[in-house]
């Protein structure tokens, strides 16, 4: 495709239920990246996975959260026992590899995830 | 202190006058800055980056970057009703591959 693809636009659960969010990046894009963002809040960087290498997981904010990308391509974000306060838009990036540093990061159209 | 600040409330504007956005960042080591644009319910989309201290401008966009005050910031000439949206300044943390995104400053561009 064109651009960075996210699935599901929305997702609605109920509070200790777990959630996959899924990301298709860019064609030939190494780079990917998870970020949320909440009401009024910038963006919150998650994980970045470049290429092979080992993903950087220092923003993930518990356990339960954890992302994996198969094949150098597509990523999931997986949420375990949702909570009230995991309720934000999910926004998943790529870029090409590291040229210009983690800059000219490509956004998908996120997913607005609501935990009840 | 947060990695990347920006400080100021919701800017209003006349349409046709200049928008200016500031931005300071934390980490002395960082080397590429960047302005995103982002609309209400959208995701945010690049409209600059700036690697050299001074000025760069694309159209109607001027970034500019002071290493030694550790500030970036953005003008925006002529401002247009499009123009309101939401700016997020983004700072690769030296020696790092990710960005550090400010908390964003809302711009309101008034006919």
């Known amino acids: 495709g064109a651009g960075v693809s996210q699935s599901p636009s929305n997702k609605v659960t109920e509070k200790g239920k777990d959630v996959e969010l899924r990301c298709d990046p860019i064609?030939?894009?190494?780079?990917l990246y998870w970020y949320r963002q909440s009401l009024g809040q910038g963006l919150e960087f998650l994980i970045y996975?470049?290429?092979?290498?080992?993903?950087?997981k220092s923003g993930l904010p518990s356990d339960r959260f954890s992302a994996e990308r198969t094949g150098g391509s597509v990523s999931t974000l997986t949420i375990q026992r949702t909570q009230q306060e995991d309720s934000a838009v999910y926004l998943c990036?790529?870029?090409?590899?590291?040229?210009?540093?983690?800059?000219?990061?490509?956004f998908g159209p996120g997913t607005r995830l609501t935990v009840l | 202190q947060k990695e990347v600040e920006q400080n100021s409330g919701p800017l209003s504007v006349p349409e046709g006058a200049i928008a200016s956005l500031n931005c300071t960042y934390s980490?002395?080591?960082?080397?590429?800055f960047f302005w995103y644009r982002q609309y209400s319910g959208k995701s945010p989309e690049l409209i600059m980056f700036?690697?050299?201290?001074g000025d760069k401008e694309d159209g109607r966009f001027t970034a500019q970057l002071n290493k030694a005050s550790q500030y970036v910031s953005l003008l925006i000439r002529d401002s247009q009703p499009s123009d309101s949206a939401t700016y997020l300044c983004?700072?690769?943390?030296?020696?790092?591959?990710?960005?550090?995104f400010g908390k964003g400053n809302q711009v309101v561009v008034i006919p």
């Open positions: 983004a700072v690769n943390l030296g020696g790092n591959n990710r960005l550090a």
């Open positions: 996975f470049q290429g092979n290498s080992a993903p950087d």
């Open positions: 064609s030939g894009h190494t780079a």
């Open positions: 700036i690697y050299s201290n």
């Open positions: 990036a790529s870029s090409r590899q590291r040229q210009l540093a983690g800059g000219e990061q490509f």
């Open positions: 980490d002395r080591g960082s080397q590429s």
